[in-house]
Structure formats: structure tokens, C-alpha cells
């Protein structure tokens, strides 16, 4: 019975989120990924479903102080980069992380995107990119995802 019951919270924790998404760093210059996750993904490469919210999370840690950090995202298709406006690019405002930060102190950063149903339905790269305020990116990260 107990293993049962193990057995369907497991379950219904996967429908949710996978944490450490597969990922690539696409040239992370002055801090380090620890992990990622996104919610709701389910498998590999995530599935993102229009008309509904997806949660990025990102832990992190930058190799130098940094004063500020401001997020931005493109959707690559066939190699070139489309920027993607998000809700809140500030990476200090309503994100998890508090600013300034300090050198190899651990940050989770988290932003909530809407996917709206407008578009595509696309096999594509998302490139979220965390920058400090000289342009430098602090993290950068390839992940495969689809829209459907």
C-alpha cells in the first residue's frame, strides 16, 4: 500500500516540472549555471503549450560582484537569433534575486513567460541570457523546446 501511494506522488510530481532541463551554456562570461528547471515540463526537449504561463528558474552564481543583471531571450530558429519581449526584464525586480550580488554567492532566479497562443507551433532553441549592466553575460543558456 505505502509503495503504492509513493508510487502515484511520484507520478503526479513529474507532470509538473523536470528539474535540471538539459541545457547548453551559449557563452556564460562572468558566472556559472547550477541548474535550471521549467514548470511545466514534462519531458525532453519541453514542450511549451499556447496559451499558458511557463516558470523559468535558474540557480546560479556570478564570479564577480554585479550590480545589476537584466534578462533577455531570443527564440533561434535555424541559427538566427529572434528577440523575445518578456513581461519583467529586470533580473532584480519580482525575480528571486535581490541586487546587488555578490561574488560566488548562489542566486535562484525565476521569471514566469506567457506563451501565448498566437504562435507558432515550432521546433526552436530558447536563449535565456541573464546580463550585468556592462553587457556581459553573466549566465547564457540554450535550451530545445517546442511550441505546440
Known sequence: MASSFLFIILVISSCYALDNVR??????QVGKVKSLSINPCTS??????????????????????????QAVVFGVLEGVPIPFPLPNPNGCSNSGVKCPLEKSAMYKYHSIIPVKKIYPAVTLIVRWELKNSAGKKVVCLDIPASIE
Open 23 to 28: 541545457y547548453r551554456d551559449c557563452g556564460s
Open 44 to 69: 525532453q526537449p519541453c514542450i511549451l503549450k499556447r496559451g499558458t504561463n511557463v516558470t523559468v528558474t535558474i540557480n546560479f552564481s556570478p564570479s564577480e560582484s554585479i550590480k545589476k543583471i
